[in-house]
């Protein structure tokens, strides 16, 4: 069934994007992978391309576009490469970070801020989960309190994307420890920060390339002004933000399904075994069945939701269905990619393998399945209350 989403411009741009990847990130990714770490070059080249930035308005140096569907378009060309870290830390900066700033920044915070994000100059971070709490937000200890003109922070936060890359930090502070989901408040720490400090980068099972790591606030004073969006506001900003970072994973998922997909069709039916290519066999047959149809059926869910992400119209509730179906098909994908793979699967210079590694953060992060669920539920449990 021919797909709709994607129009003459998105078609012009997956060339650009195609280039970029192949130019500058194909070449040095195994070496990103094996030193677990990205070259900070890349980003420079990214912003000269246009591949990061793209929801920065024009007056702050970026391309000012706010049809997700160009983002959707880099998704795919990054599955398609199995280049995951790389994707994985333009998400965070385009999806997550910027919008946090573009929604709730001051003028004069977007205009210090945006410009060199977008020129790829400066790299940023969320820091939310701490080492008591992860989806559990209200859990959070790290404090901030107001001393004059400044906040001073303390605490320490884990499991951090782009934690060591990372020259601004968006982090969640308690910052009125009796006022419950109205105590919260997002500060940003900028590198360089005294008392601000980073501890290990962490040893991940996959995504080995892509920045994680420890942040420690230990009395880490920063300007008042550094405050994003209203004070005790945080908790709730948080959850205005989620819809996009979830439909954003829901994306990433559903487009390395497809390009695991791809991988394996195209091995099932150039490995031979009993003298034939094993895709002719019908168990072989069966499987590339049901993970084409899997991934045809829910790609087509994935395009409404991006279609209603443009509108204005996609709900907290909406992105959780989207983000835990679709990782959640990722992972059945890829392991059966694996599986028809035999040997060969288990090997790391078969892309499906990497894939394999990579993929099973996706069901965790951003709000883990059984949260997803969670929220689903309480949605069907408000209809009766």
Same mark, same amino acid.
């Given at each position: 069934m021919k797909r709709t989403l994607f129009e003459a411009d998105h078609e012009a741009y997956r060339e650009t994007v195609r280039e970029f990847l192949a130019r500058e990130v194909v070449p040095n990714?195994?070496?990103?992978?094996?030193?677990?770490?990205?070259?900070?070059?890349?980003?420079?080249?990214?912003?000269?391309?246009?591949?990061?930035?793209?929801?920065?308005?024009?007056?702050?140096?970026?391309?000012?576009?706010?049809?997700?569907?160009?983002?959707?378009?880099?998704?795919?060309?990054?599955?398609?490469?199995?280049? #995951?870290?790389?994707?994985?830390?333009?998400?965070?900066?385009?999806?997550?970070?910027?919008?946090?700033?573009?929604?709730?920044? #001051?003028?004069?915070?977007?205009?210090?801020?945006?410009?060199?994000?977008?020129?790829?100059?400066?790299?940023?971070?969320?820091?939310?989960?701490?080492?008591?709490?992860?989806?559990?937000?209200?859990?959070?200890?790290?404090?901030?309190?107001?001393?004059?003109?400044?906040?001073?922070?303390?605490?320490?936060?884990?499991?951090?994307?782009?934690?060591?890359?990372?020259?601004?930090?968006?982090?969640?502070?308690?910052?009125?420890?009796?006022?419950?989901?109205?105590?919260?408040?997002?500060?940003?720490?900028?590198?360089?920060?005294?008392?601000?400090?980073?501890?290990?980068?962490?040893?991940?099972?996959?995504?080995?390339?892509?920045?994680?790591?420890?942040?420690?606030?230990?009395?880490?004073?920063v300007p008042a002004e550094n405050l994003l969006g209203g004070e005790g506001r945080g908790f709730f900003h948080l959850m205005e933000n989620l819809p996009l970072e979830r439909i954003g994973i829901a994306v990433s998922a559903i487009t390395s399904a497809r390009a695991a997909y791809e991988w394996t069709k195209r091995y099932a039916f150039e490995r031979k075994a009993f003298g034939k290519p094993i895709g002719d066999l019908q168990n072989t047959r069966f499987v590339l069945a049901e993970m084409l149809t899997e991934i045809e059926v829910t790609e087509s869910h994935i395009d409404r939701c991006v279609l209603a992400l443009n509108a204005g119209e996609l709900t907290a509730v909406d992105a959780s269905k989207a983000k835990w179906w679709a990782t959640e098909l990722q992972k059945r994908v890829v392991d059966r990619g694996v599986q028809l793979h035999g040997g060969y699967g288990y090997m790391m210079e078969y892309p499906i393998a990497r894939a394999y590694v990579d993929a099973r953060i996706q069901t965790i992060y951003g709000g883990t399945t059984e949260i997803m669920k969670e929220i689903i539920g309480r949605d069907i449990a408000s209809e009766f209350a």
């Open positions: 990714y195994e070496r990103w992978e094996e030193e677990r770490l990205i070259d900070r070059n890349v980003y420079l080249e990214a912003g000269k391309s246009g591949i990061l930035g793209l929801g920065v308005p024009e007056e702050f140096g970026g391309s000012g576009v706010t049809d997700f569907r160009f983002r959707h378009v880099v998704q795919e060309e990054v599955a398609r490469t199995g280049t #995951t870290s790389f994707g994985a830390t333009l998400a965070l900066q385009d999806d997550i970070v910027v919008p946090y700033i573009l929604h709730l920044g #001051t003028e004069e915070q977007k205009a210090r801020w945006l410009p060199r994000m977008a020129a790829g100059e400066v790299i940023g971070a969320i820091a939310m989960t701490e080492p008591g709490a992860g989806s559990d937000l209200q859990g959070v200890k790290t404090t901030a309190v107001r001393d004059g003109d400044e906040w001073v922070i303390n605490g320490q936060k884990t499991f951090i994307t782009n934690g060591i890359h990372s020259d601004l930090v968006i982090v969640v502070c308690r910052t009125d420890p009796g006022a419950g989901a109205k105590g919260f408040s997002l500060i940003v720490v900028e590198r360089d920060t005294p008392g601000f400090s980073r501890g290990r980068k962490l040893h991940k099972v996959g995504l080995a390339a892509q920045d994680t790591a420890e942040l420690v606030f230990e009395d880490a004073r």
